[in-house]
């Protein structure tokens, strides 16, 4: 697998984390300025724990005579997510389905460092299935469900630092699927198939594991997310992969 192709991958996964750079600091030897790029801020922790953030960052001065010891870099620019869950599992057809689209945005970057945010859209899935609540009773079409739900939703949402915005809301019925079916919503990106996307997870974990240190926790983790890889192969188009 080429790597432009792993790197496309990496980038799309990387959008999911609003924190974009973690760097720890030192005094010596003396740092030049901390200036964020554009469309971002830094966030610094100091030796005794505490978050700020600073317009426009540090000074190379301010870095020496402060000693922050690290430095977080926090995306601001909003980002699309797409969501869904299970409303009901046994429902006439198959199972109902929400599916929400909406924008995340890094509203307090100090507090999106201090809540850990990583996936900002695990987060936006379990902030907006509250908002939504459960099914109501007696309303059984999919069209009035949406409307129903989609209407508790407030015109924005701040969870963890994140503001999320232009909330729309749907529900449909999903048909069951067999093992192939589900196999192929799992691996599904935005210009991939199913196999190519499989092939960059294999390659993924081959690379990590080949540039891992001597972390033991590390390793475990890298070796067992390459394992269940290698099993869900049996799952794929067998005619596609090569021999």
């Known amino acids: 697998m080429s790597g432009v192709a792993t790197q496309q ?7 999911d984390n609003p924190i974009v750079r973690i760097e720890e600091l030192r005094r010596f030897p003396l740092r030049t300025a901390r200036i964020p790029p554009a469309g971002t801020t ?34 601001l620019a909003p980002h699309p997510f797409a969501i869904s869950w299970e409303l009901a599992a ?4 198959g199972s ?23 996936d900002a859209p695990s987060l936006c899935r379990s902030a907006v299935r509250r908002a ?6 007696g ?8 409307r129903v739900l989609g209407g508790r939703l407030p015109p924005v949402l701040d969870v963890d630092g994140l503001r999320l915005q232009d909330l729309r809301l749907s529900v449909r019925v999903e048909p069951k ?17 199913p196999l190519e996307a499989w092939r960059l997870d294999r390659e993924l974990a081959r690379s990590a594991l080949a540039a891992a240190g001597s972390d033991a926790v590390v390793r475990d ?6 394992e269940l890889n290698e099993r869900l192969a049996g799952f794929l188009p067998r005619e596609e992969e090569p021999g």
């Open 9 to 15: 991958l990496l980038e799309r996964r990387h959008t």
């Open 42 to 75: 830094f966030v610094f922790r100091s030796r005794g724990g505490r978050l700020s953030c600073p317009a426009g960052g540090y000074t190379a001065g301010e870095l020496f005579w402060r000693g922050p010891l690290v430095l977080f870099q926090v995306d």
């Open 90 to 93: 046994d429902w006439p057809g």
């Open 96 to 118: 109902l389905v929400a599916e929400a689209v909406g924008q995340w945005v890094a509203r307090d970057p100090v507090t999106v460092v201090a809540e850990r945010v990583s």
């Open 132 to 137: 939504a609540g459960d099914i109501p009773t």
């Open 139 to 146: 309303t059984a079409e999919p069209d009035r469900l949406g």
């Open 177 to 193: 699927s067999d093992v192939a079916g589900l196999m192929r919503a799992l691996f599904a990106t935005d210009d991939a198939g």
């Open 221 to 226: 983790a890298l070796t067992r997310f390459a």
